[in-house]
């Protein structure tokens, strides 16, 4: 396996194919690597180069029992696109690996970067606040948790096969497939790192990043995200972006990457090339 070390000694599981641009993938919470499968596979045969890790606490990566905050998360990628000496990269990040995405430009600077896509993405703030009267009750994150400390499996089991890809909505055709590579997915990552990684998705308030990217950045937001919700989300993130583009997907669910990946793929391929 491919994997590095961090400064702290965490070891970091990538996949690395192919050549010419690259592309780095950033995935969602409690996944990994794999769930860009179908992505690196089209991405890959258009002729571009295409990378996607396992978080710290994720997949293949180590389950550290601290670090699970979006500055760890950040240096951790930033120290993959330095290992491996990315050049004019575009980043795109799905759900909390927007959140990723968007701290790691802002933090670490976007010389080594070209574009940004944020797919169902967390910022700019998830969590209802003064401020930010549209978030989720601090009670739905401690939901979360309360279930996740009680029964992780039957928890990430019913997410997967739930809203997440909104296999719930009436008339909705679920896939078996879909869900137990969901599960399959979570269950590999440790139960404290994704505990913690609650807090790291849902508290972090990403607008300050935002307003600092001034690279080229498309937002693709379905508006039946039951996860992310619409409104509070994708809207808000283009509209603090000073060079962000907004495409809104009726209908689409929070896995839209997966259960609509030729929608998806082909509109990434557009604005990788535009």
């Known amino acids: 396996m491919s994997t590095l070390t961090t400064t702290d000694g965490t070891e970091i599981f990538y996949k690395d194919w192919g050549s010419g641009q690259p592309i780095v993938f950033s995935h969602g919470w409690p996944l990994s690597a794999d769930d860009w ?13 295409v990378v996607a890790h396992d978080r710290r606490g994720h997949g293949r990566s180590t389950q550290t029992s601290g670090g699970h905050d979006m500055d760890h998360y950040a240096d951790d990628l930033a120290a993959l696109t330095a ?34 896509v944020l797919i169902s993405s967390v910022p700019p703030l998830m969590l209802q ?19 996740l400390a009680a029964n992780r ?14 296999f719930n909505r009436p008339g909705a055709k679920s896939s078996q497939p879909i869900v137990q590579n969901w599960w ?14 609650i807090a790291a ?34 809207p808000l993130s ?11 997907y009726p209908g689409f669910p929070h896995g839209m990457p ?13 604005f990788i090339r535009s």
Do not use: C
Request: net charge negative.
């Open 37 to 49: 499968d179908t992505q690196m596979l089209f991405f890959l045969q258009h002729g571009y180069r």
């Open 83 to 116: 290992h491996l000496d990315l050049q004019d990269a575009v980043h795109i990040g799905h759900s909390t690996g927007g959140g990723e995405v968007v701290h790691y430009i802002a933090r670490h600077g976007s010389s080594r970067v070209a574009k940004a």
């Open 129 to 147: 606040t003064e401020a930010n009267p549209g978030g989720l009750p601090k009670s739905v994150f401690d939901g979360f948790r309360d279930q």
């Open 153 to 166: 499996s039957e928890f990430y089991w019913d997410l997967a096969a739930g809203p997440f890809y909104g």
């Open 184 to 197: 399959r997915q979570g269950m590999m990552g440790g139960a404290k790192p994704h505990y913690d990684g």
């Open 201 to 234: 998705f849902s508290e972090t308030d990403f607008t300050e990043d935002l307003k600092k990217i001034t690279l080229p950045a498309l937002v693709m937001h379905g508006d039946d995200d039951q996860i992310v919700p619409y409104a509070d989300s994708g």
């Open 238 to 248: 283009a509209e603090l972006l000073p060079n962000g583009t907004l495409k809104t």
């Open 258 to 270: 997966t259960t609509q990946a030729e929608t998806i793929n082909a509109d990434l391929l557009a």
